[in-house]
């Protein structure tokens, strides 16, 4: 089955750091172009951050300097490393693959509070 | 990066056809013909429904379509049925490869 399954969402006080993990299966994720998308509760869908390569990262003003975006192809894994978290940052963060994204995982919640 | 301008809310009656504008700047869909269109259910993952503007993805029904006119794009859904009640979303490919959403339309069907 085609699908992708993110991790790693979870409590974070403000200014903290969390790695969020997105595993692919039934397809090779390094043809695509691979996205991070968030939405806060009650909210719209917000773009955070672009792949395609180690070399070829985008990243949306609001998280860029504080959140990196990664791939490790050999593992079909995708990852987005937070830091200095706010409370802003509070939503469900989706991978998406393709370009516009077609496939999606189902999210994993991140929540930033004291 | 400025969010794509949508209406809050769009309603019809089942069977009616009712349009989704989309609209962005000469830095997105005026300048691109990669604008997609999303369905989402609460508590779902978003659904691609249209991309390029006009193409539909495998077992998208043909009652969605797309269009656009210089900066604004538009979703179509013709003879509106209960289960398109959901909140929909545009996208659009932007400079610097980025990728900038709408702000969401809630559909409701009457």
């Known amino acids: 089955e085609v699908q992708l399954v993110e991790s790693g969402g979870g409590l974070v006080q403000p200014g903290g750091s969390l790695r969020l993990s997105c595993a692919g299966s039934?397809?090779?994720?390094?043809?695509?172009?691979r996205s991070w998308v968030r939405q806060a509760p009650g909210k719209g869908l917000e773009w955070v951050s672009g792949?395609?390569?180690?070399?070829?990262?985008y990243y949306a003003d609001s998280v860029r300097g504080r959140f990196t975006i990664s791939g490790d192809d050999s593992k079909n894994m995708l990852f987005l490393q937070m830091s200095s978290l706010i409370v802003e940052d509070t939503a469900v963060y989706y991978c998406?693959?393709?370009?516009?994204?077609?496939?999606w995982g189902r999210g994993t919640l991140v929540t930033v509070s004291s | 990066q400025s969010a794509l301008t949508q209406p809050a809310s769009v309603s019809g009656s089942p069977g009616q056809s009712i349009t989704i504008s989309c609209t962005g700047s000469s830095s997105d869909v005026g300048r691109y013909n990669l604008v997609s269109w999303y369905q989402q259910h609460p508590g779902k993952a978003p659904k691609l429904m249209i991309y390029e503007v006009t193409k539909r993805p495998s077992g998208v029904s043909n009652r969605f379509s797309g269009s656009k006119s210089g900066n604004t794009a538009s979703l179509t859904i013709s003879g509106l049925q209960a289960e398109d009640e959901a909140d929909y979303y545009c996208c659009s490919f932007a400079v610097s490869s980025t990728l900038v959403f709408g702000g969401g339309t809630k559909v409701t069907v009457l």
């Open positions: 998406a693959s393709g370009l516009p994204p077609g496939l």
């Open positions: 039934g397809f090779t994720v390094s043809n695509n172009y």
């Open positions: 792949f395609y390569s180690a070399g070829s990262t």
